[in-house]
């Protein structure tokens, strides 16, 4: 800042004015319920890792209804453990320069108020998707965003979406209601996936499976699994169906069935070379991270063209129909299974801590702030 | 169809489910229940709600499912729920208390789970229930009198007991109480059977609401979702609701109530001056209120898309045919009376017909009469009620047409009273009395409150006649007995032909009947009769015994001794010099009308009629010999005294010369037709009554 005028000076009638230099706003608070389970926690965990490096980073714990009873995640405890970024439970007021707000899904059962927010900016980060494929909303979303923005004074607000599936739910419901003054942001907050890499086997064989929580969203119909998982195969694992499990009788002879948590993984990864990924049709995966996890581990991925649409080229999109056919093209062909699967590996760099960070910074200076400042 | 289902999966999820189906069958809905998401343990009273909605699924193609108490919706529930989703999806309607948008949203997406669709969602309002309050409107039953009900009433108080008591003594009006099953059980152990007390679950609201004129209602109702049911099928179908609750909050929030006085003691008089002059004019004005158009189940039927409902409305039972529901005791008496009295019903165009235990079958198609077989306990049920749970689907589904059930028995199942209730029928209760002193027949007695009429076929002796209930329903017959009349010749020939038959002559013939071994152990007895005949070569003795006996080998292998199997004991016994059997009704009856000699060896099982009394009061006048079931040296000797020393001969002197009452089976026949066809079956045939 330049030193004032003195009284005496002959210029002193025409004061002396300059723009302050930009400020940087380093200081980033992400908040959360550190307790939600799944994907999106270690993604988050990644996410505190890229980001405590790149900005003055806090992080304020929510301890909303919806997850009441639970621990931490291992995941995010890990990620605060190694950056030393430090966790404050449910302070009164939250206070810097961008606050980021993850899952405002998990605020659908909250009658308690949010913390006071102080920020310039506040980005929400849309993990579960506004919409379901059908066009109804996956949650109360007017409600979720109302708690926020009573707590909320900030310069601008913005929805960050994770995905472009994501992102063109949370544009329609934008477009279908009132200007409630959200702006969708022009960046996606994508999930942070560094996973190791493990080269795909030579002599791929029909050993299928899939992976996730067992949430009813996340599986077809029974007759739809049964095609996907046909007697057929050589071999049909899947881990987190606990669903099935609960009614025995939905457990065909030739599934490996397991629980969610019953085997870790790597090693289920280890047991197929197809990961045959569908959810139920009245729902999809805002990102999935299940899937970046099977191209890691050197497996090919089939899911339906909605999910795959955030992978582009890394996955076979399918409508479910010609599971067998493409299986069966890909077994015939291992060269060109293993060139699958390593040119979608090749293109899982995007999801990178680094790509991450810069991605993000980017976007907040592009989200710029309420008014230069005269002094 | 619509599939019901719960969002829950507690007992009180499932006493909810039995509500709505129920009150939706009533609504003319085609309402079923899958049977493989209904879990074991519920209480009885659920069971039997259930039952005859339960289907083994899946759903065909158009069906709908009808989830209630969706805001309670689990994963257990969820999951059970796959069951019913089509491949194509399926059309589904979620009801219940949504209290936020987030709940409304949350059900949606995870019905659309399961189904393939979302569903169409119905807030239940504000009572906060499983689903909105909505009511049917009773089909109108004609009654001689108005007829009470007190809704949970506090008869805690001396003076509200007393005031309820008075009452019930009204020549104006008819009196029942609906409560919680502790307050009628308290209040039945201290006064008694005599003013029906129903508890809430022992009876659909909509059964209920057909039986009542006049509520009045004591304690708040908001919270029990039956009596809002109740209550909404009352206002629908133009019943006097009565707030009594204090405050009167029940007539400030509804305009369907009239106010009442707080007090019991005041009831009788405002009842007498401000409601009965005054029943059609309410009538209207209820009818007509918002609080049964918001009841109105009209906008449910639409929401379901339910095909609409048949216009006809019955105000009585379409046919006119008679049910009859012997039980099986020991033997088949319940049976043999029922064949009597129906064989003696004035020829209808629907002939009478039978619900009975397959070892009476034979007997009751033997007299002509078609009959649906019912299914006996069993020790591979898991539950003592089981076997009832599906007779009563079983006649429940035979009475569809019926007008009259006429039951014979001591324990009035829950099949009995529930089809008698729900299917409106006329009950009639044929009650053969002399219960033993220590039996606890309360649960039957508090059951009598469902039947229009109690016929008590009559002892042959005056002091064996005893009342259990009183009222001009309760109805004394003379005994109920199959007279022979078996002229010489005929005995003669008879014999005669007895005696080529088993290639055994002989001068004196005994016949025993004391029973297959069900209801204790005979062997005793009757190697003891079988050796006494053994040691004669002028006896033949024959054993008779249900076509359904299991043998016995104790029973086989003498030489003076045959087992016959047959439904005609009657014809062999009037053949015999005498007679050795228990003292049940109907054979004890049948050896003093048919004036055959008789050594009683009464059953003196706890759950049995008091045969001992019975034999007593014949032995005491001399008219027949008497052992008892463990004193094997006093039947011998009462035995021989039979053969050889000249007591048969006294005991037929004797019995030629009693006087006994008139025979009741067509009397029992005449009251029977007179509940079922009203008091215009009195003219054609007029019956002198004597109530009890």
Known sequence: MNAPTSAGDPAASAPRLAWAAPRVARRMTLVLDPRFPGGTAAAVAAEIRALSGAFDLAVVALETAMFKGREVNPHLAEALAATGVDMAWQPAVIHADTVVLHNPACLKFERAPLPRISCQRAFVVTHENFLRPNGAEGFDVAGCLARIETSLVAGRRWLAPVSDWNRSGVASWLSAGIDSGWRLADFDWANICDFDLAPPTATPRDRRGRHSRPGFEKFPSRETMLRHFPARAERCVLLGADGFLDDPEWVPRHWTALRFGEMDVASFLGEIDFFVYFTNPMWRESFGRVIVEAIAAGKLVITDPGTAATFGEAVVASDGGDVDAIIARFLAEPERYQAFVRSAQASLARFGPESFVRTIRAGIERSGVEADVLV | ?692
């Open chain 2, 1 to 692: 169809m619509f599939w019901c289902e719960t969002g829950g999966e507690t007992p009180r999820d499932y006493d909810a489910l039995a509500l709505f189906v129920a009150q939706l069958a009533a609504a003319g809905a085609p309402a079923v229940v899958d049977s493989r998401g209904v879990p074991d343990g519920l209480s009885r009273y659920v069971q039997f709600e259930l039952a005859p909605y339960l289907r083994e699924g899946p759903p065909e193609g158009r069906d709908t499912v009808v989830v209630v108490g969706a805001h309670r919706l689990t994963d257990g529930r969820l999951a059970r729920l796959r069951r019913l989703a089509g491949p194509s999806g399926r059309r589904v309607v979620a009801l219940g208390a949504f209290e936020t948008r987030q709940a409304v949203t949350g059900v949606k997406a995870r019905l659309s789970y399961v189904f393939g669709q979302d569903p169409v969602t119905r807030e239940s309002g504000e009572e906060g229930g499983d689903w909105p309050d909505f009511g049917v409107a009773p089909r109108v039953d004609t009654a001689a009198r108005p007829r009470l009900l007190l809704l949970a009433p506090d008869l805690g108080e001396r003076a509200q007991a007393s005031a309820l008591m008075a009452l019930a003594l009204s020549p104006r009006l008819d009196v029942a109480v609906l409560t919680d099953g502790k307050s009628k059980q308290e209040w039945q152990a201290a006064h008694g059977a005599e003013i029906p007390f129903y508890q809430f679950a022992e009876a659909t609201p909509a059964s209920l609401a057909a039986r009542i004129d006049i509520c009045v209602a004591f304690g708040s109702f908001a919270q029990n979702p039956r009596a809002r049911a109740l209550i909404a099928n009352l206002a629908l179908g133009g019943a006097t609701l009565i707030d009594a609750t204090p405050g009167h909050a029940g007539a400030r929030a509804s305009d369907a109530f009239v106010r009442g006085p707080l007090d019991l003691l005041a009831l009788g008089p405002f009842i007498s001056a401000e409601i009965l002059p005054n029943l059609r004019r309410i009538a209207e004005r209820v009818r007509g209120s918002r609080f049964a158009a918001a009841r109105d189940a009209g906008s449910l039927l639409r929401l379901l898309e339910a095909p609409a409902r048949p216009s006809r409305r019955r105000s009585e039972p379409v046919g006119g045919r008679i049910l009859f529901n012997p039980t099986n005791g020991v033997g088949l008496g319940h049976a043999q009376r029922c064949v009597l009295v129906a064989g003696a019903l004035a020829s209808a165009p629907e002939p009478p017909v039978f619900a009975a235990f397959p070892s009476c079958s034979r007997l009751i198609k033997a007299h002509g009469f078609d009959v649906m077989p019912l299914i006996g306990r069993s020790g591979q049920h898991t539950q003592s009620h089981e076997n009832d749970l599906a007779n009563y689907v079983r006649l429940r589904a035979l009475a569809r047409d019926a007008r009259t059930l006429v039951f014979d028995g001591g324990y009035v199942f829950d099949s009995v009273y529930r089809v008698i209730l729900e299917r409106r029928l006329r009950g009639v209760w044929i009650r053969r009395g002399l219960w033993q002193a220590s039996q606890d027949n309360s649960v039957a007695l508090d059951r009598e409150k469902v039947f229009d009429r109690v016929i008590v076929p009559g002892e042959a002796f005056e002091e064996l006649n005893e009342t259990y209930s009183r009222g001009d329903h309760v109805r004394l017959v003379g005994p109920i007995v199959q007279r022979l009349t078996l002229d010489p010749a005929r005995r003669a020939d008879l014999r005669a032909r007895l005696a080529e038959r088993f290639g055994l002559p002989f001068e004196r013939l005994v016949v025993t009947l004391l029973g297959a071994g069900v209801a204790a152990d005979r062997g005793a007895q009757l190697q003891a009769l079988c050796g006494m005949m053994e040691r004669r070569t002028d006896v033949l003795h024959l054993i008779l015994v249900w076509p359904t006996a299991v043998l016995q080998p104790v029973w086989l292998g003498w030489s003076r001794s045959r087992v016959v199997k047959t439904h005609s004991a009657g014809v062999l016994a009037a053949a015999a010099d005498f007679c050795v059997g228990a003292a049940g009704y109907n054979f004890f009856h049948e050896t003093l009308y048919n004036r055959v000699p008789a050594v009683f060896v009464p059953q003196t099982g706890s759950y049995m009629d008091d045969q001992r009394a019975r034999a007593r009061a014949a032995h005491d006048r001399g008219l027949a010999g008497l052992a008892e079931p463990s004193a094997l040296m006093v039947l011998e000797r009462e035995v021989g005294r039979f053969l050889d020393g000249g007591a048969a001969e006294q005991a037929r002197t004797r019995l030629a010369a009693l006087e006994l009452p008139a025979p009741g089976v067509e009397r029992a026949a005449r009251l029977i037709e007179e509940v079922s066809n009203g008091p215009a079956a009195l003219e054609r045939d007029p019956v002198a009554d004597y109530p009890a």
